[in-house]
């Protein structure tokens, strides 16, 4: 189980791989969940050049440290990994990366599910938009369900 | 005592800092942290509270040494 905040880009499919073949599962897992946030070049129709990704350092390393805790005593899983972007975001990059393994589909799909969208409506992480009219916050996240 | 309050996202700018540092003679609530570290200004309805990095309701009893936290709905992921 890991989780990590991350200053500059990252690959996710390489870090992906690179967890999962450091995890020495090989033949346990028969699921793995994963979803990958990347950031798009648009938001409410407007135009969106980069993002500033804010956190609350500490709490946001706890909270994501616990959330996998959570899932983990919740499903049967075998091992989760997330990780996230702040700082200058530009589009296209890698946000967010959450990926889980278990024996089966069941837990992985709903474990990943669970870590996602308690990461984004409780993790503390805030972004900040510059379009070509001036920059501002994105007040809301969108409902996951 | 002291209690170390930090403000982040739209809310700091709003407020136009990000820490503050206050000073009292007896426990008080997360509410009356807000108030005289923002010299009494509005809570916005939506905002979130931390007590030492943990997510709590403005009733919650702030004690000597905590750090509390105002921030904005979370918009990561």
């Given at each position: 189980m ?8 990252f690959e ?11 995890m ?8 793995t ?9 648009i938001?409410?129709?407007?135009t ?17 440290h616990t959330?996998?805790?959570q899932?983990?005593?919740?499903w ?5 990994l ?6 200058r975001v ?8 959450v ?13 990943s599910?669970?870590l996602?969208?308690e990461?984004k409506?409780?993790?503390p ?11 501002r ?9 | 005592?002291t209690?170390?309050?930090?403000f982040?996202?739209?809310l700091?700018?709003q407020?136009?800092r990000g820490e503050a540092?206050?000073?009292?003679a007896n ?5 009356e942290?807000?108030?005289?570290a923002t ?5 916005p309805?939506?905002v979130?509270?931390?007590?030492n990095?943990?997510?709590v ?5 702030v004690?000597?040494?905590d750090?509390v ?7 990561g992921?």
């Amino acid at each position: 189980m890991h989780s990590e905040i991350r200053e500059q880009p990252f690959e996710p499919y390489a870090e992906l791989l690179k967890y999962q073949q450091s995890m020495q599962a090989a033949g346990r897992y028969g699921a793995t969940a994963v979803f990958v946030g990347s950031m798009r070049d648009i938001n409410e129709n407007d135009t969106v050049t980069a993002m500033e990704l804010e956190h609350y350092p500490g709490m946001t390393e706890k909270y994501l440290h616990t959330l996998g805790e959570q899932a983990a005593a919740h499903w049967d899983l075998i091992d989760s990994l997330i990780l996230h972007r702040v700082g200058r975001v530009e589009p296209d990059d890698a946000i967010v990366l959450v990926a889980v393994w278990s024996a089966h589909r069941k837990d992985a799909f709903e474990a990943s599910r669970y870590l996602m969208e308690e990461l984004k409506s409780k993790a503390p992480f805030w972004k900040k938009e510059q379009t070509p009219e001036g920059e501002r916050w994105v007040e809301n996240n969108t409902a996951g369900y | 005592m002291t209690i170390e309050v930090k403000f982040f996202a739209s809310l700091r700018e709003q407020l136009g800092r990000g820490e503050a540092s206050l000073t009292a003679a007896n426990p008080m609530s997360v509410a009356e942290v807000w108030s005289q570290a923002t010299d009494n200004a509005e809570m916005p309805a939506n905002v979130l509270m931390a007590l030492n990095m943990e997510y709590v309701t403005a009733e919650t009893t702030v004690n000597d040494g905590d750090e509390v936290a105002f921030f904005p709905p979370v918009t990561g992921g």
